[in-house]
């Protein structure tokens, strides 16, 4: 328990057990029953905003729904007016999704509110909690739409994104009831924010498998993908003696395994081949080409720059040695974002002031911090989730370490400090 008598809301139950409930109650807003789907804008959504305004204002904030369909509450600092501390997640989930992507970082960030406010605590800057409405990508084929929305970086041209029903987003928006002219207030000023600070499942085995209930964000991996194609010569599966072939999936066999190896040997390098194609594909004939997928990710773009690099070297000799050629052509690039050294120091002292080892992690996933570091130093806790498991109903987290994690935040709040001056 954070301590006796708080943030229970009088009933007894310990802030993780508070945030669990309220968690099972916001699956609960879904497009089908029994299946966890709650899209941008959806009627749903409209559902699961209106509960999550009600416990913004219960716990002592005041709080609305912006134009873009975000719910935001503020809690005051020590007097009116001064710059605010972001925490919060998104509420938008995938389909058939698990009920803490997201939603925890909310729920949990109102329930430390609940607790600063039940101690009569103001801090030397106000909190505002930010339920994201879109970050999943899952309607619309955009993602962190919300976010970029805050950070004054969404492109006006997004509000024409049609989702399979064809209808826009500047027409869902009107059906939920907001304002989509009024997109651009949404977007907060520099000197109005301290820092966004957002809690999260790890969506990861890594912190089950050190026996930690939570971590810290070092940063948001820089994703890269390619499309690999390989040349090589189609033959009569029944006549070309084996010394003689140029089989080009034979050899996109061996690349996979030498892009596993790459991936292997750099910690935090993460690379995939996740799809593949041999061409003409028929039994009887020797692959002329093979296509595959090629995802990397890591920790920096110099991280991730490196890695591909010695993976086109690696394939370049795999295709010298057999005889036929390959090419990598960039499909997609995302940079990193790194959290903020100061942020992720202040979170691990708060973590280590808990009792538990501040292991420190990056991300693979992306977050809204993302779209939020145009316009703020950003910092991440992850939470421990069972088999890393995520985007699945299987998705699961404990009470006890909701309860870790939402005393680490109200102890990094109550520490935290502006690098080089006071927080306000
Ligand atoms: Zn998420």
Not at 104 to 116: D, K, N, R, S, Y
Not at 210 to 237: C, K, N, S, Y
Not at 363 to 386: K, N
Request: aromatic content about 4%.
């Amino acid at each position: 328990m954070i301590a006796p008598n708080d943030a229970t809301h009088g009933s007894g139950r310990t802030a993780g057990q508070v945030v669990m409930a309220r968690l099972d109650e916001l699956a609960r807003f879904s497009a089908e029953p029994g299946v966890l789907t709650r899209l941008y804008l959806s009627t749903e959504h409209k559902t699961a905003a209106l509960r999550v305004q009600a416990w913004m204002q219960e716990a002592g904030m005041d709080a609305e729904i912006d134009a873009a369909g975000n719910v935001v509450g503020r809690y005051e600092g020590q007097r009116p007016g001064l710059p605010a501390m972001l925490l919060g997640s998104h509420i938008d989930t995938v389909r058939n999704a698990g009920k803490y992507d997201g939603c925890f970082g909310v729920v949990a960030a109102i329930e430390a509110v609940a607790h600063l406010r039940q101690a009569r605590e103001r801090l030397p800057f106000a909190i505002e909690v930010i339920a994201f409405g879109e970050e999943e990508g899952a309607r619309f084929p955009v993602a962190l739409t919300t976010s970029r929305a805050v950070a004054g970086t969404l492109d006006a041209a997004a509000l024409d994104a049609l989702d399979t029903d064809g209808v826009s987003i500047r027409e869902a928006l009107q059906q939920f009831g907001c304002n989509p002219s009024g997109m651009a207030s949404v977007a907060r000023r520099r000197s109005d924010v301290l820092a966004y600070v957002e809690l999260h499942i790890e969506q990861g085995p890594v912190l089950e498998a050190e026996d930690l209930p939570v971590g810290v964000v070092t940063a948001i991996a820089a994703a890269a993908r390619f499309m690999g194609e390989v040349t090589g010569i189609a033959g009569h599966a029944g006549t070309v003696p084996m010394a003689l072939r140029r089989d080009a999936l034979a050899a996109a066999a061996e690349m996979i395994l030498a892009v596993e190896r790459v991936g292997r040997s750099t910690e935090h390098l993460v690379a995939t081949v996740g799809r593949i194609e041999a061409i003409p594909g028929a039994v009887n004939v020797v692959p002329g080409g093979a296509r595959f997928t090629l995802d990397v990710r890591g920790p920096s773009e110099a991280v991730r720059d490196a890695g591909v690099a010695h993976i086109e070297r690696e394939l370049k000799s795999i295709a010298g040695r057999r005889d036929v050629s390959v090419q990598l052509s960039h499909s997609y690039e995302e940079p990193a974002a790194i959290c903020a050294p100061w942020l992720v120091d202040q979170l691990a002292a708060a973590v280590e002031r808990n009792g538990i080892a501040p292991r420190r992690l990056p991300s693979g996933a992306g977050h809204d911090g993302l779209a939020m570091i145009s316009l703020c130093p950003i910092g991440m806790l992850f939470v421990r989730c069972a088999g890393g498991i995520s985007h699945n109903p299987a998705e699961a987290i404990t009470s006890e370490d909701a309860e870790i994690a939402i005393r680490v935040l109200i102890d990094f709040l109550r520490h935290f400090a502006s690098p080089g001056g006071s927080a306000d």
